[in-house]
Each structure stands twice: as C-alpha cells, then as structure tokens.
C-alpha cells in the first residue's frame, strides 16, 4: 500500500515467523444499526465481519494463535479513567449496563484468550505483551474496529513492544470511509504494514511444503 509521505515513510517490517491474530473489539455496539458505535453503513459491518472470520479461520488452520479484546469497565466506571469522560458513550460497556453491546460477534474458540481492555490499545495496562511472547509471537496481525481508534492504538502499540504489526484491510472498519483510508494510509506509513485480506490469507493459511 502506497502512502502519502514518500519515499522517507517507504519501510516495511514485513512478516515474521509467528504470527497472531489479534481481534479488537469486534463486538455488538459497532455491527448492529442501534448501537453507540456502528459503523455507519450494515455493508460495512458485515464486510469487518465477514473479514475478521476469514482471518481467524485461515489463523486456527494455519496453528497459529488468536486473541480477542473486549472493553469492560466496572459498573461505576471507576476504571475508565478520562477516556469515558471523552466519550461518554463507553458506559455501554460498563458492568450491568443494557442492550449487551459489549457481547463478541464472532466466538472464540477454546483456549483462545479473551482480555479484557479499558483504553483503546489492546497493550495498554493488559497482559497482551506477555500473552504473545509466551507463545513466541513476533508478527501481531491486527484486525476489528474501529481502524482510527482502538486498531490505530493497538498496532503502534505493537511496534513499540517490539512485534511487527500487520493491519489488514478488509478486516478493519471505521464509521466514515475516508477517515478509515486516511488512517490506513498513515499507519502504512510510519507504524506498521497495511495487507489486503486476500495476501493475509495466504500468509496465514498452512504452507505447502
């Protein structure tokens, strides 16, 4: 994927030996037309999910491991710090609160991790760093929603940790397509690589040998 910047933002990290599928937060307030998150369009969410299973599919074939995030906050929000006061919408997430919003879409499979987040980085004050490197993750394949938020934040995030991030386009979704292709641009760019759905597959799925 070509960026705006030139030729100084023109690196790629390429994929390692041990990749993982992090999935984030692809949950019910983002697919469903009521929720306080949805992507503005049903052909989008169910593009982001129909996208996302085709990624975990092609990982669980390949062996290779899959984790998924949730936001989960106490009842009062005590956890949420200044992020719910920025988007007050996230009490949605909040234990008890009505309409299930932060149910997954897509079921995980046994023994794959569920953590359970309250900033938009999936690495953010959870045990996600240590999870992959105890399974000898160093590519963490990133898909879900929303591209400019939570994705953005997890796959910087990533690249600071020390693993190279893989976004896949056409398993991230935002509410307004140009801010999901501006962001897809600038992650491609400076914070990771940005791969069409059909190469991830691919690089996913078992090897021939």
Do not use: I
Not at 49 to 74: F, I, N
Not at 91 to 99: I, N, V
Not at 119 to 124: D, E, T, V, Y
Not at 149 to 160: F, I, K, M, W
């Amino acid at each position: 994927m070509s960026g705006p910047h030139g030729a100084p933002f023109s690196g790629r990290v390429g994929w390692g030996r041990a990749p993982a599928v992090l999935v984030v937060d692809l949950v019910r307030a983002y697919t469903e037309p009521a929720g306080p998150f949805f992507l503005g369009a049903p052909a989008t969410a169910r593009d982001v999910v129909a996208g996302t299973a085709a990624v975990v599919e092609a990982a669980r074939a390949g062996g290779h491991p899959v984790v998924w995030t949730v936001v989960r906050y106490a009842a009062d929000l005590a956890d949420a710090g200044f992020f719910a006061a920025k988007v007050p919408a996230l009490a949605c997430f909040a234990d008890g609160a009505p309409g299930g919003w932060g149910e997954l879409v897509l079921s995980p499979a046994p023994g794959e991790a569920v953590l359970a987040k309250q900033h938009a980085s999936a690495f953010a004050g959870t045990s996600l760093a240590a999870t992959l490197r105890a399974r000898g993750t160093d590519t963490v394949v990133v898909t879900g929603v929303s591209t400019s938020g939570c994705v953005r934040a997890s796959a910087t995030d990533a690249l600071a940790a020390g693993f190279r991030p893989v976004v896949v386009d056409g398993a991230c979704a935002d509410r307004d397509p140009a801010v999901h292709a501006a962001n897809l641009a600038d992650l491609d760019a400076k914070y990771a690589d940005v791969v069409d759905l059909p190469r991830t597959l691919t690089q996913l799925s078992p090897q021939e040998v």
